[in-house]
């Protein structure tokens, strides 16, 4: 078992249904912010709940988030972006990207990197 004092437990990865995200909130850099947490089988990845298009919430409700085929939709004007690297495929910000989050999965339990 490994851990450490200087990571942050974010979540349970079997709190993250497999193929969609959750939000957790969580202090960053020493300041409250809510992520949007991913999971794709085994791998996990976290990203600010902004979008670069208007800096809205991603989620269409508290927690809520569009999440189809390993593309995360934004509520407000629907851009896509990739789940894994949050990349935007379509949509008003095409080419930018959301603001990941590094996390790390140890002994099933999610943590900020
Ligand atoms: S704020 Fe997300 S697409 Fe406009």
Known sequence: ???????????????????????VEAY????????L??????AVSAFYN???????RLDYAPGKFLVRNGLIIC????ATFTAGDGNCQTGPC?????RAVP???TDGTVHLA
């Open 28 to 35: 960053v850099g020493g300041e409250p912010e809510s992520l």
């Open 94 to 98: 095409k080419g930018d990207r959301l």
């Open 50 to 56: 902004v979008c670069p298009h208007a800096g809205r």
């Open 37 to 42: 947490v991913y999971r794709q089988g085994d």
């Open 1 to 23: 078992m490994t851990t450490s004092a200087d990571t942050t437990p974010l979540c349970q990865l079997d709190d993250i249904p497999d193929g969609n995200a959750i939000e």
């Open 75 to 78: 509520a407000a004007h629907g």
């Open 103 to 105: 996390v790390t999965v």
